[in-house]
Structure formats: C-alpha cells, structure tokens
C-alpha cells in the first residue's frame, strides 16, 4: 500500500524595478536551500538584463511561499560608470 502524496511546495517571485510584475505561476521547490539558489539565479539574471540598457538599476525580488508569507527577499543595486 502506498502512502499519502507529499504536496511539494509552491514558491512565487515577484518582482519590483519600479513596476511590480507579480509571479501567479510559481516554482515547485524542495528546500530552502533550492529557494535560495533559485531567487540568485532569477535576481542575477534580472540585473544583468537590466543593466544593459541602464546606468543604474534597483530591483527587489521577493520570494513568497503558498500562504502569502515572505520567504526571501533580494535587493539588487548596481551603477554603471564608463569613462
């Protein structure tokens, strides 16, 4: 006999640059650990798109759990000086 189903846990990431873009998707993520690796890859992904087009770039990205709940938040901020 099988046991009950473990429901994995759904986490969101939202983002805010000036405009906030609200994850309604998810991720199906394991641990804290995967949460955590998974919001640096997001976040780094999203500076380094930013930063192309822009000399200064701020952005907040909050990983929410199923509840609501902050899990993680990242603030990135980055300028950009050419001489």
Do not use: C, N, W
Request: proline share 2%.
């Amino acid at each position: 006999m099988l046991g009950p189903e473990r429901v994995l846990p759904r986490f969101y990431f939202d983002i805010h640059d000036g405009a906030t873009i609200r994850d309604e998707i998810g991720r199906v993520l394991t641990s804290r650990e995967e949460v955590r690796r998974e919001a640096l890859k997001v976040a780094l992904k999203l500076l380094a798109a930013e930063a192309e087009d822009a000399r200064e770039t701020a952005l907040v990205l909050t990983v929410r759990d199923e509840a609501g709940g902050v899990s993680l938040r990242i603030r990135v901020v980055s300028q950009v000086e050419e001489h």
